[in-house]
T-cell receptor, first 112, second 110 residues
Framework: GQQVMQIPQYQHVQEGEDFTTYCNSS?????IQWYKQRPGGHPVFLIQ?????EVKKQKRLTFQFGEAKKNSSLHITATQTTDVGTYFC????????????FGTGTRLKVLA | DGGITQSPKYLFRKEGQNVTLSCEQN?????MYWYRQDPGQGLRLIYY???????QKGDIAEGYSVSREKKESFPLTVTSAQKNPTAFYLC?????????FGPGTRLLVL
Protein backbone atom coordinates (compact mmCIF):
# COMPACT_ATOMS: atom_id res chain seq x y z
CA GLY A 1 0.00 0.00 0.00
CA GLN A 2 0.86 3.66 -0.17
CA GLN A 3 3.54 4.81 2.24
CA VAL A 4 4.63 8.30 3.21
CA MET A 5 7.99 8.50 4.94
CA GLN A 6 9.69 11.47 6.54
CA ILE A 7 13.33 12.06 7.44
CA PRO A 8 14.82 12.73 9.81
CA GLN A 9 12.71 11.25 12.59
CA TYR A 10 14.25 13.66 15.12
CA GLN A 11 16.27 16.85 14.83
CA HIS A 12 17.86 18.97 17.53
CA VAL A 13 19.12 22.39 16.46
CA GLN A 14 20.52 25.44 18.17
CA GLU A 15 18.26 28.45 18.03
CA GLY A 16 19.10 30.41 14.89
CA GLU A 17 20.14 27.36 12.86
CA ASP A 18 18.19 26.21 9.83
CA PHE A 19 16.10 23.04 9.70
CA THR A 20 14.77 20.88 6.88
CA THR A 21 12.45 17.88 6.88
CA TYR A 22 11.85 15.71 3.83
CA CYS A 23 8.73 13.81 2.86
CA ASN A 24 8.73 10.93 0.36
CA SER A 25 5.74 9.07 -1.03
CA SER A 26 5.74 5.66 -2.67
CA UNK A 27 3.15 6.92 -5.15
CA UNK A 28 2.57 10.13 -7.12
CA UNK A 29 0.46 12.61 -5.17
CA UNK A 30 -2.16 15.01 -6.49
CA UNK A 31 -1.29 17.34 -3.61
CA ILE A 32 0.56 17.38 -0.32
CA GLN A 33 -0.29 19.03 2.97
CA TRP A 34 1.88 19.99 5.92
CA TYR A 35 0.82 20.12 9.56
CA LYS A 36 2.52 21.15 12.80
CA GLN A 37 1.79 19.56 16.18
CA ARG A 38 3.10 21.29 19.28
CA PRO A 39 3.99 19.06 22.26
CA GLY A 40 0.77 17.98 23.96
CA GLY A 41 -1.34 19.61 21.25
CA HIS A 42 -3.15 18.67 18.10
CA PRO A 43 -2.02 18.96 14.46
CA VAL A 44 -2.58 22.35 12.84
CA PHE A 45 -2.76 22.78 9.07
CA LEU A 46 0.11 24.82 7.62
CA ILE A 47 -0.19 24.63 3.83
CA GLN A 48 -1.21 22.64 0.78
CA UNK A 49 0.93 22.28 -2.37
CA UNK A 50 -0.68 21.19 -5.63
CA UNK A 51 1.53 21.97 -8.61
CA UNK A 52 4.66 20.15 -9.68
CA UNK A 53 7.74 22.09 -8.55
CA GLU A 54 5.64 24.49 -6.49
CA VAL A 55 7.39 26.60 -3.86
CA LYS A 56 5.49 28.52 -1.18
CA LYS A 57 6.76 30.66 1.66
CA GLN A 58 5.26 31.57 5.01
CA LYS A 59 7.62 33.96 6.80
CA ARG A 60 10.60 31.77 7.77
CA LEU A 61 9.03 28.55 6.39
CA THR A 62 9.60 27.44 2.79
CA PHE A 63 7.64 24.52 1.33
CA GLN A 64 8.53 22.70 -1.89
CA PHE A 65 6.71 20.06 -3.94
CA GLY A 66 8.92 17.89 -6.11
CA GLU A 67 8.81 17.89 -9.89
CA ALA A 68 7.62 14.27 -9.91
CA LYS A 69 5.05 15.02 -7.17
CA LYS A 70 6.39 12.20 -5.01
CA ASN A 71 8.38 14.24 -2.52
CA SER A 72 8.22 17.46 -0.61
CA SER A 73 10.28 19.45 1.86
CA LEU A 74 9.80 22.00 4.61
CA HIS A 75 12.68 24.34 5.39
CA ILE A 76 12.76 26.66 8.39
CA THR A 77 15.26 29.51 8.33
CA ALA A 78 16.77 30.71 11.62
CA THR A 79 14.76 28.50 13.95
CA GLN A 80 13.14 29.90 17.06
CA THR A 81 11.95 28.15 20.22
CA THR A 82 8.39 28.61 18.97
CA ASP A 83 9.18 26.22 16.09
CA VAL A 84 9.38 23.27 18.49
CA GLY A 85 7.00 20.45 17.61
CA THR A 86 6.41 17.61 15.19
CA TYR A 87 5.95 18.35 11.50
CA PHE A 88 3.82 15.97 9.45
CA CYS A 89 3.23 15.78 5.74
CA UNK A 90 0.08 14.15 4.38
CA UNK A 91 -0.92 12.96 0.94
CA UNK A 92 -4.24 11.75 -0.46
CA UNK A 93 -4.79 8.02 -0.63
CA UNK A 94 -5.53 6.46 -4.02
CA UNK A 95 -8.57 4.98 -2.26
CA UNK A 96 -10.42 8.26 -2.12
CA UNK A 97 -10.18 12.03 -2.32
CA UNK A 98 -10.96 12.58 1.33
CA UNK A 99 -8.68 9.89 2.78
CA UNK A 100 -5.20 11.07 3.63
CA UNK A 101 -2.07 9.16 4.61
CA PHE A 102 0.09 10.96 7.15
CA GLY A 103 3.84 10.76 7.13
CA THR A 104 5.84 9.44 10.06
CA GLY A 105 6.64 12.96 11.26
CA THR A 106 9.82 14.84 12.17
CA ARG A 107 10.17 15.98 15.76
CA LEU A 108 12.08 19.26 16.08
CA LYS A 109 13.71 20.47 19.26
CA VAL A 110 15.24 23.92 19.37
CA LEU A 111 17.90 24.59 22.00
CA ALA A 112 18.05 28.17 23.28
CA ASP B 1 -9.06 24.53 14.94
CA GLY B 2 -11.98 26.38 16.39
CA GLY B 3 -15.22 24.73 15.42
CA ILE B 4 -14.30 21.17 16.38
CA THR B 5 -14.91 20.03 19.91
CA GLN B 6 -13.98 16.74 21.51
CA SER B 7 -15.04 15.47 24.88
CA PRO B 8 -13.97 14.44 27.35
CA LYS B 9 -10.36 15.63 27.46
CA TYR B 10 -9.38 12.59 29.53
CA LEU B 11 -11.23 9.28 29.74
CA PHE B 12 -10.59 6.24 31.85
CA ARG B 13 -11.74 2.80 30.78
CA LYS B 14 -12.12 -0.29 32.90
CA GLU B 15 -11.51 -3.78 31.61
CA GLY B 16 -14.36 -5.05 29.44
CA GLN B 17 -15.99 -1.64 29.19
CA ASN B 18 -17.08 0.16 26.05
CA VAL B 19 -16.49 3.91 26.00
CA THR B 20 -17.65 6.57 23.55
CA LEU B 21 -15.66 9.62 22.52
CA SER B 22 -17.57 12.63 21.29
CA CYS B 23 -16.68 14.79 18.27
CA GLU B 24 -18.74 17.75 17.05
CA GLN B 25 -18.01 20.27 14.29
CA ASN B 26 -19.77 23.43 13.18
CA UNK B 27 -17.64 24.04 10.09
CA UNK B 28 -20.22 22.49 7.74
CA UNK B 29 -17.64 19.96 6.51
CA UNK B 30 -18.86 16.81 4.80
CA UNK B 31 -15.82 14.72 5.79
CA MET B 32 -14.92 13.68 9.32
CA TYR B 33 -12.11 11.49 10.62
CA TRP B 34 -10.84 9.62 13.67
CA TYR B 35 -7.12 9.10 14.21
CA ARG B 36 -5.16 7.32 16.90
CA GLN B 37 -1.78 8.61 18.04
CA ASP B 38 0.51 6.62 20.32
CA PRO B 39 3.29 8.40 22.25
CA GLY B 40 5.99 9.70 19.93
CA GLN B 41 4.25 8.21 16.90
CA GLY B 42 2.36 9.45 13.88
CA LEU B 43 -1.35 9.48 13.09
CA ARG B 44 -3.15 6.28 12.17
CA LEU B 45 -6.60 6.45 10.59
CA ILE B 46 -9.34 4.52 12.40
CA TYR B 47 -12.48 5.49 10.49
CA TYR B 48 -13.57 8.26 8.18
CA UNK B 49 -16.87 9.48 6.80
CA UNK B 50 -17.43 11.47 3.64
CA UNK B 51 -21.16 11.93 4.05
CA UNK B 52 -23.95 11.42 6.56
CA UNK B 53 -24.96 7.79 7.12
CA UNK B 54 -21.83 6.50 5.43
CA UNK B 55 -18.35 5.70 6.77
CA GLN B 56 -15.32 3.65 5.81
CA LYS B 57 -12.73 1.71 7.79
CA GLY B 58 -9.27 3.13 8.03
CA ASP B 59 -6.06 1.24 8.68
CA ILE B 60 -6.79 0.20 12.28
CA ALA B 61 -10.59 -0.15 12.59
CA GLU B 62 -10.63 -3.40 14.59
CA GLY B 63 -12.08 -2.87 18.07
CA TYR B 64 -13.67 0.45 17.17
CA SER B 65 -17.08 1.51 15.86
CA VAL B 66 -18.54 4.80 14.64
CA SER B 67 -21.81 6.34 13.52
CA ARG B 68 -22.63 9.38 11.36
CA GLU B 69 -26.29 10.19 11.90
CA LYS B 70 -25.76 13.95 11.69
CA LYS B 71 -23.36 16.02 9.62
CA GLU B 72 -22.06 17.73 12.76
CA SER B 73 -21.36 14.63 14.83
CA PHE B 74 -19.05 11.61 14.47
CA PRO B 75 -18.78 9.69 17.76
CA LEU B 76 -16.23 6.90 18.21
CA THR B 77 -16.83 3.88 20.43
CA VAL B 78 -13.84 2.01 21.75
CA THR B 79 -15.12 -1.49 22.42
CA SER B 80 -13.84 -4.12 24.81
CA ALA B 81 -12.43 -5.91 21.76
CA GLN B 82 -9.74 -3.23 21.51
CA LYS B 83 -7.09 -4.77 23.74
CA ASN B 84 -4.67 -1.86 23.80
CA PRO B 85 -6.80 1.29 23.77
CA THR B 86 -4.48 3.62 25.66
CA ALA B 87 -3.70 6.43 23.22
CA PHE B 88 -4.45 9.99 22.17
CA TYR B 89 -7.55 10.10 19.94
CA LEU B 90 -7.91 12.93 17.44
CA CYS B 91 -11.03 13.82 15.54
CA UNK B 92 -10.86 15.97 12.41
CA UNK B 93 -13.19 17.41 9.82
CA UNK B 94 -12.26 18.79 6.47
CA UNK B 95 -12.38 19.17 2.74
CA UNK B 96 -10.23 17.80 -0.05
CA UNK B 97 -7.78 20.65 0.66
CA UNK B 98 -7.29 20.49 4.41
CA UNK B 99 -8.25 18.95 7.74
CA UNK B 100 -9.02 20.72 10.99
CA PHE B 101 -8.30 18.80 14.17
CA GLY B 102 -10.04 18.89 17.51
CA PRO B 103 -8.09 19.14 20.80
CA GLY B 104 -8.12 15.35 21.30
CA THR B 105 -9.12 12.87 23.99
CA ARG B 106 -6.56 10.93 26.02
CA LEU B 107 -7.85 7.46 26.85
CA LEU B 108 -6.31 5.52 29.70
CA VAL B 109 -7.07 2.00 30.85
CA LEU B 110 -7.46 1.35 34.57
Amino acid sequence: GQQVMQIPQYQHVQEGEDFTTYCNSSTTLSNIQWYKQRPGGHPVFLIQLVKSGEVKKQKRLTFQFGEAKKNSSLHITATQTTDVGTYFCAGPSPAGTYKYIFGTGTRLKVLA
Amino acid sequence: DGGITQSPKYLFRKEGQNVTLSCEQNLNHDAMYWYRQDPGQGLRLIYYSQIVNDFQKGDIAEGYSVSREKKESFPLTVTSAQKNPTAFYLCASGTAETQYFGPGTRLLVL
